[in-house]
């Protein structure tokens, strides 16, 4: 099983609202992963979190802030946000973040964020 | 630092016909992997097939196959036997060992599978 679940599927929230994304997955995996996609460009990587702690943040602004609550589970704390964080939001995890020779990433199916 | 290349912004195929989508890479390292993945309009990830660049044999899933050429820094994807369920954004992908583990992603080649 290669399942990676993210919630909500859609979701469209105000400028001065405070939102969370989920995401979730039970395949033993200890790596987890934040991007974002704006339309037909590659997803653009956020987070890592390895064995529960964050790893790397690629400068993304405080307004996005990730928890690792435990191995399963990751969440994107969304707040004050712009129109131009207007994105699709993927999840991905990883079984071994440390050197593991067969090591891929696994994505959600996403959520599609609307800041009006 | 790594880049991917994929000259290919959109391609198109008949069902049931071959098509190869082509990707470049630029690397320092002598270890790495090389993925493809498929973004269907349903917009999931997902893996479509996987090489570890130690290993010489081209690795094959079902319809989908690759022909790797390390001392080019080619990475190309053939599909055999298109069907439309193939249409999607493809996405070729460099991953370094190591402790991050970050992807790097060419920018995307849609394919177009036409009845």
């Known amino acids: 099983d290669t399942e990676v679940t993210q919630t909500p599927k859609h979701l469209v929230m105000g400028m001065t609202n405070k939102k969370s994304l989920k995401c979730e997955q039970h395949?033993?995996?200890?790596?987890m992963y934040w991007y974002k996609q704006k339309a037909k460009k590659p997803p653009e990587l956020m987070f890592v979190?390895?064995?529960?702690?964050?790893?790397i943040n690629e400068s993304v602004p405080s307004r996005f802030s990730p928890e690792c609550p435990n191995s399963s589970l990751l969440n994107l704390h969304l707040h004050a946000l712009q129109p131009e964080d207007s994105a699709l939001y993927l999840c991905?995890?990883?079984?071994?973040?440390?050197?593991?020779?067969?090591?891929?990433?696994?994505f959600g199916p996403g959520t599609r964020l609307t800041v009006l | 630092a790594q880049t991917v290349t994929q000259s290919q912004p959109e391609m198109s195929v008949q069902e049931a016909e071959t098509v190869t989508l082509s990707c470049t890479y630029d690397?320092?390292?002598?270890?790495?992997?090389l993925f493809w993945y498929k973004q269907p309009p349903s917009r999931q990830m997902i893996l479509v097939i996987r090489?570890?660049?130690?290993?010489?044999q081209n690795a094959t899933e079902n319809r989908f196959s690759v022909n790797f050429q390390k001392a080019a820094k080619s990475f190309s994807l053939k599909i055999s036997d298109s069907q439309l369920g193939d249409t999607a954004m493809y996405f070729c992908?460099?991953?370094?060992?190591?402790?991050?583990?970050?992807?790097?992603f060419g920018s995307g080649t849609q394919l177009t599978v036409l009845p």
């Open positions: 991905a995890s990883s079984q071994d973040p440390g050197g593991a020779p067969q090591d891929t990433q696994y």
């Open positions: 395949m033993g995996h200890r790596a």
């Open positions: 979190y390895s064995y529960e702690k964050l790893s």
């Open positions: 690397t320092s390292e002598n270890n790495y992997y």
């Open positions: 090489q570890e660049a130690y290993k010489q």
């Open positions: 992908a460099f991953m370094k060992p190591g402790s991050a583990r970050q992807l790097t």
